[in-house]
């Protein structure tokens, strides 16, 4: 019997999201029934294969002749993953232009291994998230790693659930003011930021689970890292997770629906000596107790009635 005919074409679907781009075109050969099947897949996974690192224009072909015989109604899935170039950039420009055409639900865009100066002002050298994309209202869950965030426009996520920032650079109060108020729907920020040294204020009636981790790219020689204020006015949160770097305040103005709360505050004379260098003051600053201590302060009487409460090691010592 050919079992692989009989599989409903769910699941086959759901086989191809987990395959790289070359591989998946590759499964014509598997069986009659699936020889054209995956032009019509709503699950597009262009993930740069290993072997294609280092051959942008190899990868770019691929992708340009699958988009080309693509001849689905709707993208539910698409993502766009590349290891260590810049080249294809531009390309994947187009291919996210493309998903977006498509009324794509789920979009991830992945890029690896950015090394980059802070005041890096070049776009060939730069990641900036497409200006388009702001306005791709169709967007369910939207997942982005290693990118530049400047906002022109206003944002149109009407119908997201699901936002994860993953080394994100230039997130300021205001690029998170702009998205939370263009995502009424949103339930699930998850924000890892590179080098932020801005104050931040989450506000939303709709957010149920948070997380922040904010951590060091290079070596800075400004000890506002450590000053910057965290504000949070979630009302409707129940999951709260706390990492990396600690701002030098965190005020939880109003998180009376949380249940589960996690404070994982990294080793602050580790990032002092491997990240920021000597700048003056820096020791008096970490070596006392006194910085995380008021900073407990200002959680604890807060969260008083959450069910549970994970703290690490370096809470511990405080």
């Known amino acids: 019997m050919d ?8 699941v086959i ?3 191809f999201w987990f395959l790289p781009i ?13 020889k054209n099947l995956w032009t019509t897949t709503p699950f597009l996974n262009m993930t740069d294969h290993e072997r294609l690192s280092f051959d942008h224009k190899k990868f770019s072909s691929i992708v340009h002749r699958v988009l080309l015989r693509w001849d689905g109604v709707k993208v539910l899935k698409f993502k766009v993953k590349m290891h260590h170039f810049l080249s294809a950039y531009g390309d994947a420009h187009l291919w996210v232009r493309f998903a977006k055409m498509h009324e794509v639900e789920e979009l991830y865009l992945h890029w690896r291994d950015l090394h980059l ?4 002002n070049n776009d060939h050298e730069v990641r900036w998230v497409p200006q388009y994309l ?3 209202s169709s967007l369910k869950v939207l997942s982005i790693h290693t990118s530049y965030f400047r906002i022109t426009e206003n944002v149109q996520w009407n119908h997201l659930k699901s936002l994860t920032i993953i080394n994100g650079f230039g997130v300021t109060e205001d690029v998170i003011n ?6 009424p729907q949103l339930e699930v920020l998850i924000l890892s930021l590179v080098e932020s040294d801005e104050s931040l204020h989450i506000r939303s009636t709709s957010l149920k689970e948070l997380s922040m981790n904010k951590h060091l790219h290079e070596a800075d020689d400004d ?3 450590y000053t910057a204020e965290l504000r949070i006015w979630t009302p409707n949160l129940k999951t709260l997770e706390i990492k990396g770097i600690p701002y030098g305040k965190c005020l939880l103005m109003n998180v009376s629906s949380l249940t589960h709360v996690t404070l994982e505050y990294s080793n602050l004379h580790q990032y002092d000596r491997t990240y920021c260098g000597d700048f003056p003051g820096i020791d008096d600053f970490l070596s006392s107790n006194h910085f995380l201590g008021d900073l407990f302060g200002q959680i604890l009487p807060n969260i008083q009635h959450v069910e549970n409460v994970k703290l690490l090691p370096c809470c511990f010592k405080v």
Do not use: A, M, N
């Open 22 to 34: 070359r591989d998946f075109v590759r499964t014509t050969i598997l069986s009659k029934r699936w």
């Open 223 to 225: 000890s506002s890292t």
């Open 13 to 15: 679907f759901h086989i």
């Open 178 to 183: 702009q998205i939370l108020c263009g995502s």
């Open 117 to 120: 100066k802070r005041t890096g």
């Open 134 to 136: 702001y306005s791709c």
């Open 3 to 10: 079992r692989l005919s009989e599989l409903p074409d769910s």
